[in-house]
Nanobody, 122 residues
Framework: QVQLVESGGGLVQAGGSLRLSCAAS????????WAWFRQAPGKEREFVAA????????FYADSVKGRFTISRDNAKNTVSLQMNSLKPEDTAVYYC???????????????WGQGTQVTVSS
């Protein structure tokens, strides 16, 4: 089992920056993809970014490409999401996720954090 705990959410003005962190524990070595998802009120959960634990290959949703950066610290078992040039439409609950399978980075994540609220004001 893997446990994930997000932190770093908060209120920020449009154009500002915020850094989210995900602390992982348990059988983290079994997870191939690590990712961030988000869910805004009244909307479906959407993929934001993913990273492979071993190789550090990254993947981004078009909506955040060029603004967000996902990274990981293997020694500390943490995954971060640096969010720059934030927009009001980035407002959502952000979730950290991990999956064992190497078959794609969008679907079927096995482990989820509790989420952290990010609010971007105009």
């Amino acid at each position: 089992q893997v446990q994930l705990v997000e932190s770093g959410g908060g209120l920020v003005q449009a154009g500002g920056s915020l850094r989210l962190s995900c602390a992982a524990s348990g059988r983290t070595f079994s997870c191939y993809y690590w990712a961030w998802f988000r869910q805004a009120p009244g909307k479906e959960r959407e993929f934001v970014a993913a990273i492979t634990w071993s190789g550090g290959n990254t993947f981004y949703a078009d909506s955040v490409k060029g603004r967000f950066t996902i990274s990981r610290d293997n020694a500390k078992n943490t995954v971060s999401l640096q969010m720059n040039s934030l927009k009001p439409e980035d407002t959502a609950v952000y979730y950290c996720a991990a999956k064992n399978s190497a078959k794609g980075y969008i679907h079927r994540y096995d482990y989820w954090g509790q989420g952290t609220q990010v609010t971007v004001s105009s």
